[in-house]
């Protein structure tokens, strides 16, 4: 009998089994993948999240595979692009990060079997054992695991909400879709964001001085753009500045990855014998690039709700439920910010940016800067 099941072993699920571990508790880590792998998904990590990767002394490891610290991050507006104001000069040093999905996951497992967690790929979840109401393990191929906790950090389809029913509110219909491809010699200066009327550019500096070049646009358009999706990609690049001549002057690296599924809802991340974290319970459109930043801060306050139950400082339903209320409270600014972004309707005002760096600094664990 395990203290903790965590099904789920990338951003969310890795961190969870991490510091639950370190704090002496006996944790199973599964995931049907193995790992170094890919997963659809850019990987811009918002000053936050760079925040708690050290904080868990593990910036480093991840700064080691070559991801390039990103210190500037430059949103344009409009088509000419106009700048948005830059932050006050007295604003602390801006510490971001790309670092590509097949190293940062990699990292992070391996700093959750180094805490002593045990790690099983290759598994994958088939369904939840239950005495009565309670979740009391996992079930997948012949094996059957039990544990006092159950864990999803098993992204948006998560099994674990799909069994246990969790309720799902805040729920807004995918509102955009997104394509990204690697390039290489397409020089940025920092992170770039660009918002068009229509659609929206994100271009990250990543990995092996290659750079993540990513376009959105509304979800309406969505069968207009699939029909040519390079010819459309590079349509939507040429109205932003030079960063179309940029990219067209460099080399695909990779091909065309991308989606037109990307709901927006919370989960209620809690119940009987099981808890939700990352995009199991809470997801949102992925052009504020937050799902990972988003998964370190709520993982945190998790882990302190699980650890304050099990050595007894507080019942279980109340320090779930003050996870779910901190958790809710620190994600809904920014929700509105992303989905109002996302809807693509009108230019955002420069003041709405002042309005997210606010949000963001909220993110910042005690005591650091954004
Ligand atoms: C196109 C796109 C671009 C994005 N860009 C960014 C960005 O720039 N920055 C950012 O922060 N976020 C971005 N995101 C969002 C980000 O990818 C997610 O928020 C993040 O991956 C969530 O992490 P997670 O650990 O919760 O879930 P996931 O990364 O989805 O991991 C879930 C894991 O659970 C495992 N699993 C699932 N079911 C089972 C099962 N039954 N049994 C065992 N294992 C199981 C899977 O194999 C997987 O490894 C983007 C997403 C998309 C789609």
């Known amino acids: 009998m395990y203290d903790a099941i965590v099904v789920g072993a990338r951003c969310a699920g890795s961190p969870t089994a991490m510091l639950l571990a370190r704090k002496g508790y006996n944790v199973l880590l599964v995931d049907k993948s ?41 949103s344009f507006m409009g088509e000419p692009p106009v700048a948005a104001p830059p ?23 391996d700093a959750a079997v180094e805490a002593g967690a045990e790690l099983r790929e290759g598994f994958s979840v088939k369904e939840l054992t ?6 009391t393990g996992i079930r997948g191929g012949d094996a059957t695991e039990e544990a006092k906790i159950v864990i999803g950090a098993d992204g948006m389809r998560s099994i674990v909400a799909k069994e246990v029913e969790a309720p799902e509110y805040n729920t807004i219909p995918t509102l955009s879709y997104g394509y990204y491809a690697y390039w290489s010699n397409v020089p940025l200066e920092g992170a770039e964001l660009y ?19 990513a376009v959105g646009g509304r979800i309406d358009d969505f069968h207009e753009f699939r029909k040519d999706i ?26 065309f990855v991308g989606t037109a599924d990307q709901p927006n809802f919370f989960r209620k991340p809690y ?9 199991a319970g809470y997801h949102r459109d992925f052009g504020t690039g937050l799902g990972i930043t988003d998964a370190f801060r709520d993982l945190e306050l998790l882990v302190e709700a699980i650890d304050l139950a099990f050595s007894g400082k507080r019942p279980i339903d109340e320090a779930m439920a003050d996870y779910e209320a901190k958790r809710n409270e ?11 972004l996302a809807r693509m309707e009108e230019m955002p005002q420069p003041d709405l940016f002042v309005s997210f760096g606010e949000a963001l600094q909220a993110m910042m664990p005690e005591g650091a800067g954004v």
């Open 34 to 74: 193995s790992f170094p792998s890919d997963i659809m998904s850019t990987h811009y990590i918002h000053p936050p999240g760079v925040a708690r990767l050290e904080r868990w002394g593990l910036l480093d490891s991840v700064l080691e595979t070559n991801a390039p610290l990103i210190t500037k991050i430059t």
């Open 130 to 135: 239950r005495d009565g109401e309670r979740v």
């Open 271 to 279: 119940g009987p014998g099981w808890a939700l974290v990352g995009d």
């Open 230 to 255: 390079e010819g459309n990609y590079m349509k939507i690049l040429e109205r932003a500045g030079d960063l179309g001549e940029r990219v067209k002057a460099g080399k695909r690296e990779t091909k």
């Open 87 to 109: 932050p006050p000069p007295d604003a602390p040093p801006m510490k971001a990060l790309c670092p590509r999905r097949t190293v940062l996951d990699k990292v992070l497992v």
């Open 195 to 213: 918002m068009l009327s229509g659609n929206g550019i994100l271009a990250f500096p990543t990995n092996d001085e290659m750079s993540c070049v």
């Open 330 to 340: 620190i994600a809904m600014p920014l929700y509105e910010f992303t989905t109002s």
